[in-house]
């Protein structure tokens, strides 16, 4: 027989909050092991004693808990100590280095309870389990126990302090537990929301990282009075459907489309058009649609309360009828919505019913939206289910906190070899989301204990983040707006060394002062060099033109000296001509970008003369 040993075991990675202490817990049960477990500012540290460490160290690598993301595994062999038994000992705090999960969809074995009737979490829309369910959204600081979370106001019942405390159950220090007889209540019924939908109404739903409008995606009517509310906004909206089967329907998602859909972070994707009978103000003018499968419990009920209520499981897989536009409740462009009060005081006037509930979103999650292209996934926008996880980077460096430009923006903060990239924030037009662009850098840099020793921002010397940078009293690093965004693919992807890039964009100020946005780039660490571009066209009414693609159909054709079509081209537009002679002025700015390129292309073969939202033109074309 072996001898005893003991080990110290250091996990570092995503590790909090994911059931690995009672995973370890477990193993240390099964190999007959004594010694604790704990969580602490760097992940989880461990000690094991016993007779079959190896086989433990072993299991560990093999089978961590499915939210686990495993860094590194450090073992020490130190001397016995020769306690009794296992024990899950307190979090200890200090500085910290390590990290909260992101939020991961409902589980199968939770949505199994949710609609067993014997089960106590029966049509409870908050079920959750250490596999799945919030983190990111309800955490306020580290290390992740429930004091720390929004969940730390409710007292467990007996029922859940018993779960909670028992090894052998999937809820053993699932910090967010809670049943109906103690945790967070909607404050309507599923019925009510349901109903509502049904008759054509809109809902405000809060959800797990912020509220949702709500309405029926096959009645016409429906949806184009919740754009009217919305306020004349073209955007596409993303359909939630009840699973793949439903998704079919709507859409044509591929193999890879399927996959992402169901993945734990439950992104929308953006997928081609199906044949199906769609509201046609769902996505007006577009061959391609984004779909999102349901991911919160309270989801999984609407469809289920749509559906009649049925009994058994097959429901779940069977393609429903029942389909929601399910868009960002962020009235006017600004920051989603996450608070009760905010939702009725400013959702009050699009959405017939307004549906909140007691769990208090502490931090702000968009949706997710990915699509494919060719053959890997890409973000059109990095959100709920992806952050806070990491981007491991090839090279140790300073501290920095990085600013992000001025559309559609996010802010990343590297610390060592880790770069944590913020939650979607918005473009900074606004006062509400210019205040969410402040406290989700002190956010991050609170939980994430870093203190910059340089910040980065975009070149371009009169943005809102600009100034930021100027005035946070650092060490600025200024980056190139296309530079920028290769190298951030670049870190994504793991390309280490000088990278050729092409940066295809709408709009970035160049080393020139120009309005670049077609760009060949060789970017080597903080060094980069242009090395081409797209032909430039010339930008009548600089800003108006990004919105006005007509004006970009008349640059095109000056360009090509063709000025004497333009009445031709366009007789609807009343300053064609002038514009023309603007073109070919010798003051008007150029610019290289791909998407006024688009523009032009989408105003010549008359597609779209003016836009109401970036890139319509282009999208439609
Ligand atoms: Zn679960
Ligand atoms: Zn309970």
Known sequence: MATDARLRVRV?????????????????????????????????????????????????????PPLARIDDIRLEPI??????????????????????????????????????????????????????????????RLPYDRPQTSMASFAMCEDCE??????????????PIACPKCGPKLDRSIADIVATICSGGIVALKGVGGFHLLCDARDERAVAELRRRKGRDAKPFAVMVANVASAARIGAPSADDVALLQSIARPIVVVDKGEDDLAPSVAPGLIRIGVVL?????????????????????????????????????????PLITDDAEARAKLAKIADLIVGHDRAIVARADDSVMTMIAVAPAFLRRARGFVPEPIELSDDGPDT????????????????????????????????????????IRRMLDILDVRPEIVACDLHPDLVSTRFAEASGLPVFRIQHHAAHIAAIAAEREIEGPTLGAALDGYGYGDDAGAWGGELMLVDKGAWRRLGHLSPLPLPGGDRAAREPWRMGVAALARLGRSADVTARFPHIEMAEQTARLATSRSVAQTTSLGRMFDAAAALAGARFAQAYEGQAAMEL
Do not use: M
């Open 12 to 64: 570092t990675g995503s590790v909090q909050g994911v059931g690995f202490r009672p995973f370890v817990h477990g193993l240390a049960h099964k190999f007959a092991l004594h010694g604790f477990v704990r969580n602490d500012a760097c992940g989880v540290l461990l000690e094991v004693e016993g007779a079959r460490i190896e086989e433990f160290v072993e299991a560990l690598r093999r089978g961590p």
């Open 79 to 140: 001397a016995l100590r020769r306690e009794r038994g296992f024990s899950i000992e307190p979090s200890r705090g200090g500085k910290t280095r390590t990290r909260i999960t992101a939020d991961a969809t409902v589980c199968d074995a939770c949505l199994d309870d949710l609609f067993d009737p014997a089960s106590r979490f029966h049509l409870y829309p908050f079920v959750n389990c250490t596999h799945c369910g919030p983190r990111y959204t309800l955490t306020r």
């Open 162 to 175: 018993r779960d909670y405390h028992d090894p052998a159950d999937r809820r053993f220090h699932a910090q």
């Open 294 to 334: 349901p991911y919160a419990p309270v989801h999984h009920l609407l469809f289920h309360a749509a559906a009649g209520s049925p009994e058994g499981a097959s429901w779940r897989s069977e393609p429903q009828e029942f389909a929601l536009v399910a868009t960002s409740a962020n009235p006017g462009g600004e």
């Open 401 to 440: 906190l990085a600013l992000g430009a001025h559309l559609k923006t996010t802010v990343a903060v590297t610390r060592g070899r880790e770069a944590f990239v913020s939650t979607h924030i918005g473009s900074l037009d606004d006062r509400a989301t210019i205040a969410f662009y402040e406290e989700t």
